[in-house]
Nanobody
Framework: QVQLVESGGGLVQAGESLRLSCVAS????????MGWFRQAPGKERAFVAG????????DYVDSVKGRFTISKDNAKNTVFLQMNSLKPEDTAVYYC???????????????????WGQGTQVTVSS
């Protein structure tokens, strides 16, 4: 049974930073690519960033490129999302997710992930 637990969300002012963490358990973390998604009120869940199982490849949605950084610490079974220069439009519930197959690449398709965290709220005020 895979378990993903996010932390690090909160309320910040525009321009500030937050770092989200997601600790995984249940299967060999180092073999699986990870992703961060977000869901704003009234909108569908959307891809934010992904990292390959080895950490060698990362992908981002255009709106966060240059501001967000995804990283993976296989020794700590943890994936991070460093969010800088936050904007009000970044306000959402953020979810981490683990791909359903080992050694897969990054993916922006939520259907490629079979394990999800409970979500952490990020609110950015203007």
């Amino acid at each position: 049974q895979v378990q993903l637990v996010e932390s690090g969300g909160g309320l910040v002012q525009a321009g500030e930073s937050l770092r989200l963490s997601c600790v995984a358990s249940g299967r060999p973390f180092s073999l699986y690519s990870m992703g961060w998604f977000r869901q704003a009120p009234g909108k569908e869940r959307a891809f934010v960033a992904g990292i390959s199982w080895s950490g060698g490849r990362t992908d981002y949605v255009d709106s966060v490129k240059g501001r967000f950084t995804i990283s993976k610490d296989n020794a700590k079974n943890t994936v991070f999302l460093q969010m800088n220069s936050l904007k009000p439009e970044d306000t959402a519930v953020y979810y981490c997710a683990q791909r359903r197959i080992p050694y897969g690449g990054t993916s922006s398709d939520s259907g490629q992930y079979d394990s999800w965290g409970q979500g952490t709220q990020v609110t950015v005020s203007s």
